[in-house]
């Protein structure tokens, strides 16, 4: 069974910077498009990030410029560079598997003033 486990979230202040892990167990790992979404509070979860199998990225406006998306298959790892955090990027962060459907357990970051 597929597991996906996030790491790196926390607390930060406005304009600080973040590194979100997911790590992926027992996965042809190299084959997946892996995806970043976030739910902040009261809200509907949101796809942040993605990238394919042969490394292509796309993000949602709102992180164009500060997130950065990349993985590496020999750690069967994606990850999620945040820079220049706003307010409004407090969220719990979930990786996701794209081709298996698989979610991980999420990661909080919050960002303060």
């Known amino acids: 069974q597929v597991q996906l486990v996030e790491s790196g979230g926390g607390s930060v202040q406005a304009g600080g910077s973040l590194r979100l892990s997911c790590a992926a167990s027992r996965t042809i790992f190299s084959a997946s498009t892996m995806s970043w979404y976030r739910q902040a509070p009261g809200k509907q979860r949101e796809l942040v990030a993605l990238?394919?199998?042969?490394?292509?990225?796309n993000y949602v406006d709102s992180v164009k410029g500060r997130f950065t998306i990349s993985r590496d298959n020999e750690k069967n790892t994606v990850y999620l560079q945040m820079n220049s955090l706003k307010l409004e990027d407090t969220a719990v962060y979930y990786c996701?598997?794209?081709?298996?459907?698989?979610w991980g357990q999420g990661t909080l970051v919050t960002v303060s003033s």
């Open positions: 990238i394919t199998s042969g490394g292509s990225a």
């Open positions: 996701r598997d794209v081709r298996l459907g698989v």
